[in-house]
Structures are given as C-alpha cells and as structure tokens.
T-cell receptor, first 113, second 115 residues
Framework: DAKTTQPNSMESNEEEPVHLPCNHSTISGTDYIHWYRQLPSQGPEYVIHGLTSNVNNRMASLAIAEDRKSSTLILHRATLRDAAVYYCILRDVGSSNTGKLIFGQGTTLQVKP | KAGVTQTPRYLIKTRGQQVTLSCSPISGHRSVSWYQQTPGQGLQFLFEYFSETQRNKGNFPGRFSGRQFSNSRSEMNVSTLELGDSALYLC??????????????FGSGTQLSVL
C-alpha cells in the first residue's frame, strides 16, 4: 500500500481557514485520496475523498496537485469542534479490500478560540 | 438511520481471560471491519468480514478472531488476554456497492482494559 506523510500537528485560530497537507509521492493511478478525522473519544469519521479533481462538500474541500503526489484538505472556517486528528489515506479502488484502511499517525489539529 | 453500534462501551478483564466484542453495522451494510487503536501503534486493521466470510486479515496473532452473522452483525474475540491487548477496538461498516465512493462508518469503539 502506498504511504502518506503528514505533519504531526498544526494549530489554527477559530474562524480562520486551515490547510492540512499530505504527501503521497508513491501514489498509483488507481489510488483514491481519502480523508478521515477522529474527534476525541470517537471513532474516525469520513471527511472527503477524490481522485484527480478538486472536491468540495459541506465539511471541507480537497485540493489535489496536478501530479497527484500531494493533496491538501481545506477547512474554510475552523471551529473548536474541528479539533481532531486528521488522517490522509490512499485507497486502491481496484482492490477488494474495501474495509481495510491503512492509517498513518495523522495530523493533530488544535483550534484556538 | 442508526449508526454503527458497538457493545460494550467499556470492559475490564484480567490476563488470561477471553473477551467478545459486538458490532451492529448500519442497516444494509454488508462489510464489517475491525481496528485496534493504541497510543503507541495508532489505528491498525484487524480483519474484515463480508457476507459471513473473512475477506481480509491484518497482522495480528491467532488469538484475535472474528465472525459475521447472516444479519451482518459481527463479533470479535480475543483469547488468552495479554496486557498489550488493552486498546480501543473500533468497528466500521460499509455498503461495498461502489468501490470508487466507498466510505467507512465507524462506531465509538469498545475500550478494553486488561489488568
């Protein structure tokens, strides 16, 4: 499975945008880029995913580099509730391992009021 | 629609005992996966079940096992508990209908403490 690299921690001020980077230089053509986050005392929750084009949903935006070797999760206005560990994960759409996610250490996002 | 339900929420056992954890997936979801989360190793994949068959297995000893029932509910069992088995055990379910847009939905986990 291709590996991702994320900063261990980041800080943000409330109501400001946050850009969480992820490097995945060994990504393959069939790998989708997924983001999950884990709030304190909860299981991980899905945030967003994409293949090549930038993606937007009600939670966040995903910006994917043209060569797909990196991506950025964008929270447009951070709230205190967004403080969590954010995981960038590659999923091979061609694999039958739909239930298997390889989690790295993720980025711990701290949001300051 | 109810989310993924895991029971019990907390469990305390002693070394050498065995434990069974339960997971009820979201209605209609046929894939159930289990993960172990510890401060040192992070989130690690244990195994995945689909239509009552184990489809994938992580790198854990044979003391860790699981099964899935015809209603997609799943249980995992850990025999001969060791102190290192203390962890948060998470269950996730997915519909397994469209691999390109597959999302996992996680429960809140069972916190197991082995004394």
């Amino acid at each position: 499975d291709a590996k991702t690299t994320q900063p261990n921690s980041m800080e943000s001020n409330e109501e400001e945008p946050v850009h969480l980077p992820c490097n995945h230089s060994t990504i393959s053509g069939t790998d989708y880029i997924h983001w999950y986050r884990q709030l304190p005392s909860q299981g991980p929750e899905y945030v967003i995913h994409g293949l090549t084009s930038n993606v937007n949903n009600r939670m966040a935006s995903l910006a994917i580099a043209e060569d797909r070797k990196s991506s950025t999760l964008i929270l447009h206005r951070a709230t205190l509730r967004d403080a969590a560990v954010y995981y960038c994960i590659l999923r091979d759409v061609g694999s039958s391992n739909t239930g298997k996610l390889i989690f790295g250490q993720g980025t711990t996002l701290q949001v300051k009021p | 629609k109810a989310g993924v339900t895991q029971t019990p929420r907390y469990l305390i056992k002693t070394r050498g005992q065995q434990v069974t954890l339960s997971c009820s997936p979201i209605s209609g979801h046929r894939s159930v996966s289990w993960y172990q989360q510890t401060p040192g190793q992070g989130l690690q994949f244990l195994f995945e079940y689909f239509s009552e068959t184990q489809r994938n297995k992580g790198n854990f000893p044979g003391r860790f096992s699981g099964r899935q029932f015809s209603n997609s509910r799943s249980e995992m069992n850990v025999s001969t508990l060791e102190l290192g088995d203390s962890a948060l055990y998470l269950c996730a379910s997915s519909s397994d209908l469209d691999r390109r847009n597959e999302k996992l939905f996680f429960g809140s986990g069972t916190q197991l403490s082995v004394l």
